[in-house]
C-alpha cells in the first residue's frame, strides 16, 4: 500500500485560499468516499479536520472543506489565518481493512 | 473527553522489541464503532499506519510490517498495545496511538511518544 501523494509545500496571504491535492488509486481515494484530513502543528497531536471526504467535525471552522474527483482529493481552507499554518495530511480507507496516509503538505501563510 | 497516553521506553537496541502502551481514559474502549490504533512518523517524514485493533481482539496490520508487529488490548483496564520486534534504525519514529471511528478515520489522538532505536 503506497502512500498518498500530496504537494510537499503549499501557501498563501493572510485571507486567502488555498487547495491541497491528495493522489491516490481506484484502490483507495477513488474507491470509498472515506477520505480524512488532518492538521498537524509540530510538537502537537494531529487533529482530524475533515471526514468522509466532505464532512466537518464539530468545532472545525467552515473555513475547511473537503472534495474529490476520481482518484485525487482536495483540502481548501479559505480565509487563510496565521493559526492555519501547520501540516496537512491525508488518509484514505484503502480496501482489505488497511489505512493509508498522504505523504504530507506544509502550509505556509505569507 | 476522551484521551489517549502513551508510554514506554524512549530508546530500544537494534534487534531487540520496541513495547508501547496506550492508557484511554475519559470513555470506554468498548463500542460497534470504536477501533484502536497506532500510527508513526519517522523524523521528517509522514505518517504511517503500523495497524488498529477492535475492542474484541481482531486485528489489522500494514502489508509490510505484519511480520514484525503486534497489537494487543485490554479493554478491563483501559488500554491497549503495541509489540514491534527486530527493530532498526528505520523504525525510530514518533509513535502515536489513536481512537479510529469505524476504522475509517481518526477522531482521537495521543501527543506521541518518540522511540529511538540505537545501540
Known amino acids: 500500500q503506497s502512500a498518498l501523494t500530496q504537494p510537499p509545500s503549499a501557501s498563501g496571504s493572510p485571507g486567502q485560499s488555498v487547495t491541497i491535492s491528495c493522489t491516490g488509486t481506484?484502490?483507495?481515494?477513488?474507491?470509498?468516499?472515506?477520505v480524512s484530513w488532518y492538521q498537524h502543528h509540530p510538537g502537537k497531536a494531529p487533529k482530524l479536520m475533515i471526514y468522509?471526504?466532505?464532512k466537518r467535525p464539530s468545532g472545525v471552522p467552515d473555513r475547511f472543506s473537503g472534495s474529490k474527483s476520481g482518484n485525487t482529493a482536495s483540502l481548501t481552507v479559505s480565509g487563510l489565518q496565521a493559526e492555519d499554518e501547520a501540516d496537512y495530511y491525508c488518509?484514505?480507507?484503502?480496501?482489505?481493512?488497511?489505512?493509508?496516509f498522504g505523504t504530507g503538505t506544509r502550509v505556509t501563510v505569507l | 473527553q476522551l484521551q489517549l497516553q502513551e508510554s514506554g521506553p524512549g530508546l530500544v537496541k537494534p534487534s531487540e522489541t520496541l513495547s508501547l502502551t496506550c492508557s484511554v481514559s475519559?470513555?470506554?474502549?468498548?463500542?460497534?464503532?470504536?477501533?484502536w490504533g497506532w500510527i508513526r512518523q519517522p523524523p521528517g517524514k509522514g505518517l504511517e499506519w503500523i495497524g488498529s485493533?477492535?475492542?474484541?481482539?481482531?486485528?489489522y496490520y500494514k502489508s509490510s510490517l505484519k511480520s514484525r508487529v503486534t497489537i494487543s488490548v485490554d479493554t478491563s483496564n483501559n488500554h491497549f498495545s503495541l509489540h514491534v520486534n527486530s527493530v532498526t534504525a528505520a523504525d525510530t519514529a514518533m509513535y502515536y496511538c489513536?481512537?479510529?471511528?469505524?476504522?475509517?478515520?481518526?477522531?482521537?489522538w495521543g501527543q506521541g511518544i518518540l522511540v529511538t532505536v540505537s545501540a
Open positions: 489513536a481512537k479510529l471511528h469505524s476504522f475509517f478515520w481518526t477522531d482521537y
Open positions: 475519559g470513555g470506554s474502549m468498548i463500542s460497534d464503532n470504536y477501533y
Open positions: 485493533i477492535y475492542y474484541t481482539g481482531t486485528t
Open positions: 481506484s484502490s483507495d481515494v477513488g474507491g470509498y468516499n472515506l
Open positions: 468522509d471526504v466532505t
Open positions: 488518509g484514505s480507507y484503502g480496501g482489505s481493512n488497511n489505512f493509508v
